[in-house]
């Protein structure tokens, strides 16, 4: 497909958008055949839209020429959600990345897609406000990709996760036309819709994003467990006890000791686990919490309760929780990070048995996860040089999906579906539920134009929903680069 | 027709039939048979919120949705709760609150009003600027479909990026895309204490005291101004009375109410008065005013918008209703922005045409207000959700590829949806 009209759309790109904003060598298209874990097919051809009206006509133009649209924000994606996997024009977000306007005493503004998740929390600090969602890939990745993902993060625990924080979304249609939706329209929310639908309704080219004021006391604190079924059974306590802190979570010892070499934040080394709690609030009751918090975590094995009070140590503490995943290369030259959730009772009971699944797989595997969300990642540590080792990280990731969601959990608590996850999700929903999710893709791409091959099981259209294979293929694309 | 089926006339018109499935299974087995038929259907809960959407083009079929009561999944340690629609909001609250817990729905009589009603209208109670909507809480739904399909999406997990979120459809639909038989939340931890603070206001200290309020350090979760409305506390004010609630620890809470205290008194405002005890039935009070009429002769509206606009609306109410000689009382929102307003006629002759020089002249002014209470005989002039937004068309393409025969309460929504 992508042959014979690769040059056609490439030619009519450049006449409408210039030729210095449209890449067609593949030399240049490689860079965004990745995301962050999968490698898919080479696109037709790059676009950096400076705007909305450059949306449009892209979507019109490669709807013309049979190409299929890819949306991407900074690639940092974890299951080949925007990846292009049959040539197709990718769009490109890096030149929309501007908070286009401000308005603070109403608490909300409106951002392009490019703009970087921590960029906005930095270009509103003044305003005695932040951004709730946080990813862990925050410093790259972009409010349209974690709009499209309903990214979480560790603060997804308190604030919610994207789409609790998305007010509206302009967006260009399948035809190629702008439109605006917001939450307070009269009639359906087609708002909520779109957050987490990973790009395959449509362009998102401005979101509203509802902003938090910032809490006048934060404090860190570590404990440390002596594993990490007893730090996870203390967060379900801590849950079911009816507090409140803004974080909690979890990092088991494999990654501690790749943490403290890396980064050196404090963390201790001796422990089979180290539990981080974040509180914010009211310096008094912050005072109060911290001591309610340390009491219920020694009543559940804490060996140790440290508090982090300055800014510069909280700073530290987190700098080194959300660079977990890049510290890794110490340990092994590969890693494959998972994403799935549990109800938080049953943590303990799933990381036991991840455990166990690695085990039988012969690989290490390494936690950190958001505890207080049951929100698991674990990391699947190898050589890619050994072809039997990367089979058995495919056939555990698979295991463990299966695990959690015989728990009562779901197969993505924040990093979505994409490429890699599309035929596990006949595990969570049966023919019916996704012909369902079907009919809202029907009314906003009939022609499967946006973001093809993602989500859905492969042949699932118009309805027609594939039954559940029993013989589930291994929740990785041929194309995976581990 | 039975005396008893009276209760679910819409528009003068009564069903021929009313349905009262128990459980999901039953639900999308007569949704599927009036489908069939072509007999259009409206679904019924506690019938408290019905004047949110306008009359059915047609009406052939009610489906009362009450026997649905049953709570399914309950484990407080997760915070997680699954829940038929049926279920009144009162019996979910308790079920929450022997655990401790709660979801803030904050929805008008929650002892007849049902958790489907409650999602299906998009309800929006005044915690949601603190809290979050109805709709952050959701984790999941299963829908009975026109076709009798039964479909779910989401979990019982409170983090899910697993498919699409359809819940979001299907909350705020009021029934127009299938029927919502299951509803999964999370819930939340109830604050150790929960305080009133009630201020009346004298004559030039209302906008000072709104300032001072939003000046505040530590916020109250819901803030309002109320003029009328006296059936909430019994008493009116020059300027109105101003309603602050507190939730929290007993530490905050205390700091709260000096600190408001003072910015109350710092704006001339005397006197405060605080209700603990009685916080819980004051706040219900409030939300019960927002669908409440005043006879046979009002109407009430909610106008959704910036707080930063809301004293510009609350002008626009004005001045339509003196226009048009009709009484008005209001509710402001300060922390959602959200501007209630009750019009009501004085005298007893020539309400119903008072009221459509109003609904004329706000039209223009305030274009996004909402019906929340209307008499019968008024509820054929008005439409409950006015002007349709620019995605109207993909409204109407997602009603046609759910509800391809106009099965489920045709005409009750936007547009004629």
Known sequence: ???????????????????????????????????????????????????????????????????????????????????????????????????????????????????????????????????????????????????????????????????????????????????????????????????????????????????????????VCVAAFGDVESASAAVSAIVAAGLTPTALEIIDRTIVQAVEAHFHAGFPLDAGAVLLVEIAGEPADVDAWDRTLAGVAREHGALSWRSATSAREREALWASRKGAAGALGRIAPNYYIQDATVPRTKLPLALAQIEAIARDHELLVGNVFHAGDGNLHPLLLFDRRVARQLEAVAHAGHDILAACIELGGTISGEHGIGSEKRESLPLVFNDADLATMARLRDVFDVARNFNPDKIFPAGAVCGEVRAAQANLAVPLPAGAWL | MAVSDAVYALGGSAPAAVFSPRDAAETATRLRECDDAGRA???????????????????????????????????????????????????????????????????????????????????????????????????????????????????????????????????????????????????????????????????????????????????????????????????????????????????????????????????????????????????????????????????????????????????????????????LETIEDLRTGDLIARVSGTTGAGFDARLTGFEAERRETLPGARVLAAAPQSRASLDAFCSPPASLAKMRALKARFDPRGTLSPGRFVGGI
């Not at chain 1, 490669?62 to 974890?78: K, N």
């Not at chain 2, 009589?109 to 999602?119: E, N, Y």
């Not at chain 2, 979050?132 to 829908?143: E, K, L």
């Not at chain 2, 009798?148 to 127009?176: I, P, Q, R």
Request: with cysteine; charged share 20%.
């Open chain 1, 1 to 219: 497909m992508t042959g014979a009209n690769g040059s056609d759309v490439v030619t009519r790109l450049i006449d409408a958008i210039g030729a210095e904003r449209v890449l067609g060598a593949p030399e240049d298209l490689a860079a965004y055949a990745f995301d962050a874990f999968c490698e898919g097919a080479l696109p037709a051809a790059v676009v950096l839209p400076n705007d909305a009206r450059d949306v449009s006509a892209v979507v019109r133009i490669a709807r013309e020429c049979g190409e299929p649209i890819v949306p991407r924000g900074a690639g940092t994606g974890l299951c080949g959600g925007a990846i292009p996997s049959n040539g197709g024009v990718v769009l490109s977000f890096a030149r929309m990345n501007r908070v286009l306007s401000l308005d603070a005493e109403n608490r909300r503004a409106r951002v392009q897609p490019g703009l970087v998740n921590l960029d906005l929390s930095k270009q509103i600090e003044g305003h005695g406000l932040f951004f709730g969602p946080d990813p862990s890939s925050q410093k790259t990745s972009t409010i349209g990709g974690n709009t499209a993902t309903n990214a979480g993060g560790p603060h997804a625990f308190a604030y919610g996760s994207m789409s609790a924080h998305v007010l509206g979304i302009e967006f260009v249609d399948d035809a190629g036309d702008v439109l605006y939706v917001s939450i307070d329209d009269a009639g359906y929310d087609l708002t909520g819709a779109l957050v987490g639908s990973e790009g395959t309704l449509g362009v998102v080219t401005a979101v509203d994003v509802r902003l938090l004021r910032a809490p006048r006391a934060i404090r």
């Open chain 2, 41 to 327: 259907v409206v679904l019924f809960g506690g019938n408290t919120l019905q004047a949110l959407a306008n009359d059915p083009a047609r009406y052939d079929v009610a489906i009362d949705l009450r026997g649905l009561d049953r709570i399914v999944d309950y484990e407080p340690r997760d915070l997680t709760i699954g829940v038929e629609a049926g279920l009144t909001v009162g019996a979910f609250d308790a079920a929450l609150a022997e655990h401790g817990q709660f979801v803030p729905l904050d929805v008008p009589r929650a002892a007849v009003a049902t958790i489907g009603g409650t999602l299906a209208s998009g309800w929006l109670g005044p915690r949601r600027a603190a809290y979050g909507r109805a709709r952050d809480f959701v984790i999941g739904t299963t829908v009975a479909l026109a076709d009798g399909t039964l479909a779910k999406s989401g979990g019982m997990v409170v983090k899910n990026v697993s498919g699409y979120d359809l819940s979001k459809l299907y909350v705020g639909s009021f029934g127009t895309l299938g029927a919502i038989v299951r509803a999964n939340f999370k819930t939340v931890p109830l604050p150790q204490t929960r305080r009133i603070a009630l201020a009346s206001l004298p004559e030039g200290t209302r906008g000072h005291a709104v300032a001072n309020v939003a000046a505040l350090d530590l916020e109250p979760v819901a803030a309002l101004v109320i003029r009328g409305f006296t059936e909430i506390d019994g008493r009116d004010a020059p300027e109105g009375r101003m309603l602050l609630l507190f939730e929290g620890s007993e530490r905050s809470v205390e700091r709260a109410t000096r600190e408001s205290r003072s910015a109350l008194g710092a704006a001339g405002v005397p006197e405060t008065r605080l209700i603990d005890r009685d916080a819980p039935a004051t706040f219900a009070r409030v939300l019960d005013a927002y669908v409440a009429l005043l006879g046979t002769q009002s109407t009430t509206y909610r106008s959704v918008g910036l707080p930063s606009d809301l004293s510009a609306r609350v002008a626009c109410a004005l001045r339509a209703a003196r226009a048009n000689e009709l009484g």
